[in-house]
Nanobody
Framework: QLQLVESGGGLVQPGGSLRLSCAAP????????IVWFRQASGKEREGVSC????????YYSDSVKGRFTISRDNAKNTVYLQMNSLKPEDTAVYYC?????????????????????WGKGTLVTVSL
């Protein structure tokens, strides 16, 4: 059973940085694609970034492009989301989700309905 554990959220001032981690203890992520979703209060969940299992290709939504970077360390069974130049509108609960096999990152983030496993989320608050 694949379990995903997010960490790294917290309170940060506008313009600051955070690095989120998505760990899969005891499970290799070599053949798993990971998507970072976020859900702000009163809003729909959106996929902001993903990394494919096959070739490591990545996708970023327009709202985070140029500020966020997704990466994976298969040796540590962990995927990271480095978030820089944070804005108040980045405030949300961030979830990582896994899907076995490759994803076509050129088509954007997969729908949340298509993901196989989810973490419980980590809260990011960007505020003075």
């Amino acid at each position: 059973q694949l379990q995903l554990v997010e960490s790294g959220g917290g309170l940060v001032q506008p313009g600051g940085s955070l690095r989120l981690s998505c760990a899969a203890p005891g499970f290799t992520l070599d053949y798993v694609s990971i998507v970072w979703f976020r859900q702000a209060s009163g809003k729909e969940r959106e996929g902001v970034s993903c990394i494919s299992a096959s070739d490591g290709s990545t996708y970023y939504s327009d709202s985070v492009k140029g500020r966020f970077t997704i990466s994976r360390d298969n040796a540590k069974n962990t995927v990271y989301l480095q978030m820089n130049s944070l804005k108040p509108e980045d405030t949300a609960v961030y979830y990582c989700a896994a899907k076995f096999g490759a994803i076509m990152t050129e088509k954007g983030a997969p729908s949340s309905d298509g993901m196989d496993y989810w973490g419980k989320g980590t809260l990011v608050t960007v505020s003075l």
